[in-house]
């Protein structure tokens, strides 16, 4: 059994359980709120070790977990790269991402795929990514002094982009997956099923009313129109929302409907099988979605 974590600034969420390429098993599940003094965008190492310590005491992690991060020091960048060794890829990510490290430190460099080959062309698809070593060290120094083995790290947004694959693997034409967590919504385009891009925006109203359902509906309608001047295909008619609350669902549903707009949670998908949720209550994907991302496997 393997264990994922998902951190942002505000919780730490963890599921385990059996990954494998075409399917996810989960026995486990948990959410913690983090403390209130963790600083804004630095983890604290020490809090985080007295969590994880505990929470491998009551058995709830295994020695070994993967770790997917939401920091908004991260830099990522789809790119297409020809057929390359994964070293020469990372370098190749460097290369184009380096230009930002004056701003932001030393960097560490990585990539995950998004398409193995594009049709036609001796290239691939990549997601290149960036995390400064300010921020990756007291992760790395919090599972240590927890006595844990950090696995893997790999960023929010390519955890999401794996939970994609799993969840709503036969989704055809284009569709938004979305959250909004206080002041800020979070929205990834994709279509046929690949990844496009992301907008992140700034929500002023307060959550729980409707001008806050009124923003999101507005934010989706500014994506709706970008994708019809794209000229794409299909026009956007869906969008699938996690981490919100039953009320804020209903909102948002009521105002995206009068665009021509179905909204609805993200579905657990035909490949995610649950044995329990939290608290004993069935699983919902759409709770812990960044953590089952990073326990998927797709390679």
Same mark, same amino acid.
């Given at each position: ?35 209130? @003094? ?13 969590? =994880? ?9 295994? @020695?070994?977990? @993967? ?7 991260? *830099?990522?960048? %789809?790119?297409?790269?020809?057929? *390359?060794?994964? @070293?020469?890829?990372?370098?190749? %990510? ?58 893997? #790290?790999?960023?929010? =947004?390519?955890?999401? &982009? ?53 923003? &999101? ?5 500014? &994506? ?11 026009? =956007? ?20 409907? &009068? *665009?021509?707009?179905? =909204? ?9 099988? #649950? ?14 979605? #960044?953590?089952?991302? #990073? ?5």
């Amino acid at each position: 059994m393997e264990t994922a974590l998902y951190l942002s600034k505000e919780k730490l969420q963890l599921v385990r359980g059996v990954a494998g390429r075409n399917r996810l098993t989960v026995e486990d599940c948990l959410s913690l709120p983090l403390p209130s @003094k963790a600083p804004d965008e630095a983890f604290a190492a020490e809090e985080l070790t007295d969590l =994880l310590s505990a929470l491998y005491r009551q058995k709830r992690i295994g @020695k070994s977990c @993967k770790l997917s991060v939401d920091c908004g020091q991260i *830099l990522a960048k %789809v790119m297409e790269v020809p057929f *390359l060794k994964p @070293k020469e890829i990372r370098v190749a %990510v460097r290369r184009e991402l380096e230009d930002l490290e004056s701003g932001n430190g030393e960097l560490v460099f990585d990539y995950a795929v998004l398409e193995g080959r594009l049709p036609g062309l001796n290239r691939g698809r990549i997601l290149g990514s960036a995390m400064p070593v300010a921020s990756l060290a007291p992760l790395l120094q919090a599972f240590a002094a927890a006595g844990l083995r950090l696995k893997s #790290c790999e960023t929010e =947004l390519n955890s999401l &982009i794996k939970a994609v694959r799993l969840v709503l693997p036969d989704r055809r034409g284009p569709f938004v997956l979305a959250t909004a967590n206080g002041a800020l919504m979070t929205a990834l385009l994709f279509d046929e099923g690949k990844y496009l891009f992301t907008n992140r925006s700034q929500l002023v109203s307060p959550p729980g009313t409707d001008e806050y359902a009124a923003e &999101i509906t507005g934010k989706i309608s500014a &994506i709706k129109q970008f994708h019809k001047g794209e000229k794409s295909a299909a026009d =956007l008619e869906h969008v699938f929302v996690y981490g919100l609350a039953a009320e804020e669902v209903k909102r948002c549903r009521n105002m995206t409907a &009068i *665009l021509g707009i179905d =909204l609805a949670e993200v579905p657990n998908g035909p490949h995610l099988l #649950c044995h329990k949720g939290e608290d004993g209550g069935p699983f919902q994907a759409k709770d812990h979605l #960044c953590a089952v991302g #990073c326990l998927y496997e797709t390679k």
